[in-house]
């Protein structure tokens, strides 16, 4: 009886030691150890229009045993640093799984995140993203658009180990640059031999590239990058490829460039072009000098290559604006003979400029000047000038400089039926901006 006692005794005591041990649950069997991650390269990719700072919103896909599909995930990093970590908005809203040690999951973080961009794909080797550029809200999206992918286990202890990501832009950028000395605007760039659309993969954060390029009965127009400078960003191209660039001016005059040799185009990389467009139009032709050169510049330095123009496609403008009359150029003679006429400078996509000597009279309707829109000096069919009277005269003493304090003569209802001639009260050298849109001009005194 006193052995039995002793036994259970014995089986009580283990009972309450094995209760102990299972409110101690080892650290590997803890459901609730969540995932957090650390980011090394936030402010490193300086071509971003919207660099990854504290309190913003990355996207994160987890592979199994996880299992979790676009997780918002929050910056967080002290002020100027380089580097910072990411935690899940909503707590606990990614934990590593039961028991999960040695097993690696993987990762793909992106930014910016959005909400409605779900995984495709049977398996996870095989799923991705699909990513398509369309218009240009979204080539500036793209531009921002960052991966990073990234596998790991989160072992033992309280603590797990966090996962590094490292971002990267996972499309190439194409940068055009206009260095233009002609008398002609550039209106807009557009571009064929591009693909946009792709499949970022899950488990390299990487893109491949889908669809067909698109060919010149589909330009896709660049988006303007600042003064005289244009962009777009394209999928990478593994297989060497040559972009056709189409430059319109406003005269309606192209040019069309490509690369002397195909190039591949890498994924984080920014491919940059400088294209010179010189020449002065003459008076009777708009043919101009173009020459090209490409470079390259960051996200990362590749291999320069060389832009050459196809004279072929180069298209000249069959009209221009021109100023006519008793008027010479700025350092020319002054003989006051009507039948000079000087082609003006496109200085805006309806803003056009000519710089003259005025070398009539104010005192009949032979002299004075008029604009007109011609394709040589004989034509006449579009002519412009003052609506009403025999001859308009402007007092030179309410003409200001270009600048001056307050607004500068301004003259009102040039009319295309010939109109009647426009003259100074006094010879100088002035300047005219015309307006195409409303047939409208300011003059300026230059002396």
């Keep these: 009886m006193k052995k039995a006692f002793v036994t259970i005794l014995g089986l009580a005591a283990c009972l309450v030691a094995c209760n102990k041990a299972e409110k101690v649950a080892p650290a590997a069997l803890d459901p609730n150890r969540p995932v957090q991650f650390t980011v090394s390269n936030i402010y490193t990719l300086d071509t971003k229009a919207d660099a990854i700072a504290n309190g913003k919103a990355v996207a994160i896909y987890a592979g199994s045993p996880i299992n979790a599909d676009n997780v918002s995930a929050t910056v967080t990093m002290e002020a100027g640093a380089t580097s910072g970590t990411l935690a899940p908005t909503v707590t606990n809203s990614l934990l590593w799984g039961v028991g999960q040690t040695t097993e690696a999951t993987k990762f ?97 954060g990487e893109v491949t590239t889908t669809g067909e390029a698109n060919g010149t009965d589909a330009l896709v127009e660049l988006n303007a990058n600042g003064e005289n400078s244009f962009m777009t960003v394209v999928m990478p191209e593994t297989t060497a490829v040559n972009p056709v660039v189409k430059v319109t001016m406003v005269s309606g005059a192209t040019y069309t460039f490509q690369l002397a040799a195909a190039t591949a185009l890498a994924a984080g990389k920014v491919y940059t072009a400088s294209i010179a467009i010189s020449g002065s139009h003459g008076t009777t032709e708009s043919n101009r000098t173009v020459l090209g050169t490409f470079t390259v510049t960051d996200w990362q330095n590749v291999d320069s290559g060389s832009l050459t123009e196809d004279t072929e496609s180069s298209v000249a403008a069959s009209k221009w604006w021109y100023l006519e009359g008793n008027i010479d150029t700025v350092d020319g003679t002054t003989d006051g003979n009507w039948s000079k006429h000087i082609p003006f400078k496109c200085v805006g996509p309806v803003t056009w400029q000519v710089d003259f000597y005025y070398a009539g009279t104010a005192d009949n309707a032979t002299n004075g000047f008029k604009i007109r829109y011609a394709a040589d000096a004989a034509d006449w069919s579009e002519s412009y000038g003052m609506s009403t009277g025999n001859i308009w005269v402007i007092n030179v003493d309410d003409v200001k400089a270009e600048g001056a304090e307050g607004d500068p003569y301004l003259v009102h209802d040039l009319t295309s039926d010939n109109g009647t001639n426009i003259a100074m009260s006094a010879h100088g050298k002035f300047r005219i901006k015309f307006y195409t849109d409303t047939h409208n001009f300011h003059i300026y005194k230059l002396d």
């Design 108 to 204: 793909l973080a992106v930014y910016p995140y959005e909400s409605t961009r779900p995984l495709v794909g049977e398996t996870e080797d095989a799923k991705y993203i699909e990513y398509s550029i369309t218009d240009a809200a979204s080539v500036e999206y793209a531009d921002k658009f960052l991966a990073a992918a990234a596998s790991q286990a989160p072992g033992t202890g309280e603590t797990p180990a966090k996962v590094a990501l490292a971002f990267k832009h996972p499309f190439a950028k194409l940068v055009y640059n206009i260095n233009n000395t002609s008398d002609d605007f550039v209106s807009k760039l557009e571009i064929s031999g591009i693909r946009r659309t792709g499949n970022l993969m899950f488990t390299t």
